[in-house]
C-alpha cells in the first residue's frame, strides 16, 4: 500500500451540493441554458441549496424560480443519480468537491409557455 505524504496532499476547499431534476414532459425534457463567457452549456434545471435549507425544499425552490414548476404538481421525485465532482481550476486556492444529487420527475403538460428565470444567464427550455 502507498500513501501520499501530507505535504502533497490537496485539500478540498468546500464540498457543495447541488439538486437538480430531469423533468420530463411526454417525449420532451427541460433544460437550462447557462450561457458562458464563450461558450453555451445546456443542463438539468435546479441549483444549490441555501445555508441551512433542506435538498427538497431547495430543489422545490429552484424548479419554481427557472420553471414556473410546483413539483407538487410533478409525478416521481426518485433519486435517480449522484455525481461525485473535483473541479480543476488555476491558482493557489484548492480545487471545490461538488455533489450533484439528480431527480426524476413527470409532468402532464407544460407549467408555463414564459418559464421564469433568474438574471444569470439561465433561460429555461423545452426539448424534444
Known amino acids: 500500500m502507498t500513501s501520499t505524504p501530507a505535504a502533497q496532499a490537496v485539500p478540498f476547499s468546500r464540498i ?10 411526454g417525449d420532451g425534457v427541460a433544460l437550462v441554458r447557462r450561457d458562458r463567457a ?4 445546456y ?8 445555508d441551512g435549507e433542506d435538498l427538497t425544499c431547495a430543489l422545490r425552490r429552484e424548479l419554481a424560480e427557472e420553471l414556473g414548476l410546483d413539483v407538487g404538481l410533478a409525478e416521481g421525485g426518485d ?18 468537491r461538488g455533489r450533484r444529487l439528480i431527480r ?4 402532464a403538460s407544460e407549467p ?17
Open 16 to 25: 457543495r451540493v447541488r439538486t437538480a431534476a430531469l423533468v420530463f414532459c
Open 38 to 41: 464563450g461558450s453555451i452549456h
Open 43 to 50: 443542463g438539468p434545471p435546479g441549483g444549490y441549496g441555501e
Open 79 to 96: 433519486l435517480l443519480w449522484v455525481i461525485d465532482q473535483r473541479a480543476t481550476r488555476p491558482g493557489p486556492t484548492p480545487p471545490p
Open 104 to 107: 426524476r420527475l413527470h409532468i
Open 112 to 128: 408555463s409557455r414564459h418559464p421564469r428565470h433568474g438574471g444569470s444567464g439561465r433561460t429555461a427550455r423545452r426539448t424534444p
